[in-house]
Nanobody, 128 residues
Framework: EVRFVETGGGLVQAGGSLRLSCSAS????????IGWFRQAPGKAREGVSC????????YYPDSVKGRFTISRDHAKNTVFLQMNSLKPEDTAVYYC?????????????????????WGQGTQVTVSS
């Protein structure tokens, strides 16, 4: 059974930082692109970053570019999302998920419909 567990969320003031972790089990971790997504109340789930299976490609939308950094540790089957200079509009539940290698995560976009096996999410709240 594929399973993702997201941790690291919390309450932080605007301008602060958080580091999210996504631990994966039940899959050949090296064969999958991993994406981070977020969903705020009343809004659609949006991709905030992804890293290809080889870690050779990463993607960030303009809304987080320069503030968020994704990385993956193949030895620990874990993907991290370092979030700096947080803004109140970053408040959401953050999820990670996997996509088959070569799908979902591209240098210029992320396709959320290629991702599945979603974790339970971790809440990030940024106060103003």
């Amino acid at each position: 059974e594929v399973r993702f567990v997201e941790t690291g969320g919390g309450l932080v003031q605007a301008g602060g930082s958080l580091r999210l972790s996504c631990s994966a089990s039940g899959l050949a971790f090296d064969d999958y692109a991993i994406g981070w997504f977020r969903q705020a109340p009343g809004k659609a789930r949006e991709g905030v970053s992804c890293v290809s299976a080889s870690a050779g490609s990463t993607y960030y939308p303009d809304s987080v570019k320069g503030r968020f950094t994704i990385s993956r540790d193949h030895a620990k089957n874990t993907v991290f999302l370092q979030m700096n200079s947080l803004k109140p509009e970053d408040t959401a539940v953050y999820y990670c998920a996997a996509a088959d290698s070569g799908h979902g995560c591209y240098s210029h976009r992320i396709n959320k419909y290629d991702f599945d096996s979603w974790g339970q999410g971790t809440q990030v709240t940024v106060s103003s």
